[in-house]
């Protein structure tokens, strides 16, 4: 089978292209970087080095694949967030039209569902609609829940203010998933293909931001680490100190409003049927990844 990935070698689509290589299949990896061209082909891999902003080199690229794996990166530095996420959807759209591709898996998020209101994660709907515009392709979209992953960007809070937080509150509750899993659930969904539109759901854990401090703060010897409430402001604020345009603190400030609320999860709410569940506990992760990169 030919597979095109996107992603470059993240921490999803470097597992996935593991994956689907040891299964002796045909996969094509995309980067912007020619940095990552080595590495890529030291896995199996062959190498498409290129910007996903141009749509004549996808052509090149997805032409006579039988599947593309689908992801958009995030840019917390641009003017618009939520217009280069579905902007770039679009671009993946047409060259798939344009290049015959006829099955894609698409990753976005849970509640991408919300036509607004949900900051990156409704500009992922966004993009979802540009691929639900394609004749005759079939698409899985995977919808896993807040990375473990993110959890990584808290250290400079830990050790500068010794506490975690953002705009939702301790008991705010998190369906959160590990990358790993994502890379599973993805190759067995591009093996294993399905007819038309199918969903998944992917939950690794399940819990509240006070559980989240406790396991973080087990696993660095702080079993007192809290979890604060920001105001909006001075969450978007910090934001912006560390780095992020005003476009994407606002839209991250408004995603925290959708998982305060709730509303970020009504469709995983009443898609009970159509969740994987992942392998990987949050207190694994603690542990073994969150507890090195802290020590660094």
Do not use: C
């Amino acid at each position: 089978m030919k597979i095109i990935v996107t992603g470059s070698l993240g921490n999803i689509s470097k597992p996935l292209t593991q994956q689907l290589v040891a299964q002796n299949h045909d996969v094509t990896v995309i980067s912007h970087s020619d940095k990552r061209e080595s590495e890529i082909r030291n896995l199996g891999a062959k190498a498409a080095i290129g910007s996903i902003s141009d749509e004549n080199f996808l052509v090149d690229t997805f032409l006579g694949a039988d599947v593309v794996y689908l992801m958009i990166p995030s840019d917390y530095k641009t003017h618009d967030m939520t217009a280069d996420i579905a902007s770039t959807g679009a671009t993946y759209a047409a060259a798939i039209e344009k290049s015959g591709v006829k099955r894609i898996v698409v990753l976005s998020s849970m509640g991408a569902h919300l036509p607004t209101g949900n900051g990156p994660l409704s500009a992922l709907g966004l993009a979802e609609k540009n691929y639900e515009k394609l004749q005759g392709v079939d698409i899985t979209y995977l919808r896993p829940g807040f990375f473990y992953t993110n959890y990584l960007a808290q250290i400079g809070l830990v050790n500068n203010a010794g506490i975690l937080g953002d705009n939702t509150s301790p008991n705010t509750r998190f369906l959160l998933t590990h990358p790993a899993d994502i890379a599973e659930v993805a190759a067995d969904v591009i093996l294993n293909p399905t007819t038309r539109k199918s969903l998944r759901f992917i939950v690794s854990d399940e819990l509240n931001n006070t559980q989240i401090a406790s396991l973080l703060g087990k696993s660095i010897k702080k079993p007192d680490l809290t979890w604060v409430q920001f105001s909006n402001e001075d969450y978007k604020n910090g934001l912006m100190q560390n780095g992020f345009s005003e476009s994407a603190a606002r839209a991250y400030v408004e995603m925290g409003e959708a998982f305060l609320d709730g509303r970020a999860y009504d469709e995983v709410d009443t898609n009970q049927d159509k969740i994987v569940k992942g392998k990987r506990r949050f207190e694994d992760f603690a542990a073994e990844v969150f507890a090195p990169a802290f020590s660094r």
